[in-house]
């Protein structure tokens, strides 16, 4: 089974695609029972993925969320804002930086070039 065919149905829960399962008008107990049990697997696959893939310190909040797409959105907000205040340092740093008096351009740049590689 190829990487896509694997993250194809894990994306289709996070973006929200597929939702969890409510009983349709005439639609047979069992089939949705079945359709349940299949969304259930999948969301607590995703949440016991990311629980496994994360500290201590963020993976104890999780127990908040039943749905693995409520816990991305999450996850995804709370660290789209450290990603800016990253770069916001990144930046600072490259702005307040000086080439030192007796600092040869080799060793400036050394300093400079990692600041820059990170920006980019």
């Known amino acids: 089974m190829e990487k896509s065919e ?5 994306s289709t829960i996070l ?6 399962p ?8 069992g089939k949705f029972i079945e359709r349940l049990e299949e969304w259930d697997s999948k969301n607590h696959q995703i949440i016991t993925w990311l629980s496994n ?7 104890i909040q ?3 969320f039943e749905n693995a797409k409520e816990l991305w959105d999450f996850l995804s907000t709370r660290f ?4 800016l205040a990253h770069y ?3 930046h600072n ?3 307040n930086l000086n080439q030192e008096a007796g600092q040869s351009v080799n060793e400036y740049l050394a300093v400079l070039q990692p600041i820059w590689t990170q920006l980019d």
């Open 6 to 10: 694997i993250a194809r149905p894990i």
């Open 15 to 20: 973006d929200g695609d597929i939702v969890k």
């Open 22 to 29: 409510t009983k349709q008008d005439k639609e047979d107990h």
């Open 53 to 59: 893939t994360s500290i201590p310190a963020i993976h």
């Open 62 to 64: 999780f127990d908040a």
């Open 80 to 83: 789209k804002f450290v990603g």
């Open 88 to 90: 916001y340092q990144l």
């Open 93 to 95: 740093n490259l702005v």
